[in-house]
């Protein structure tokens, strides 16, 4: 499974744990909503902090990826990629 996978699934996991918390306590619905949503983002920052981590690593690693890969059909395009020699005709 994916960091992002993981990493998501924990936020809305901590989201839902301070939502059922909360819902024991007598407040508008809109309020509950609220402090779930901040309770949980500030619990995330200190729980989730590997996860949040590993995902950083794999989007970063995608971006290079996605970088060296954009460098390599730039340079085909442009016509760089050939053998040092220079194109070899058959006539």
């Known amino acids: 499974m994916s960091a992002a996978v993981k990493y998501t699934l924990g936020r809305i996991g901590l989201f839902v744990a301070v939502l059922a918390a909360l819902w024991l306590v007598d407040m508008n619905l809109f309020v509950k909503l609220m402090l779930a949503l901040a ?12 996860w949040r981590d590993e995902m950083a690593v794999e989007m970063a690693e995608a971006a290079e990826r ?12 442009a016509g760089d990629d050939q053998d040092p020699d220079g194109p070899v005709d058959k006539k």
């Open 39 to 50: 309770f949980s983002a500030a619990a995330s920052f200190f729980l989730l902090k590997g």
């Open 66 to 77: 996605r970088r060296t890969e954009k460098e390599r059909l730039r340079s085909a395009l």
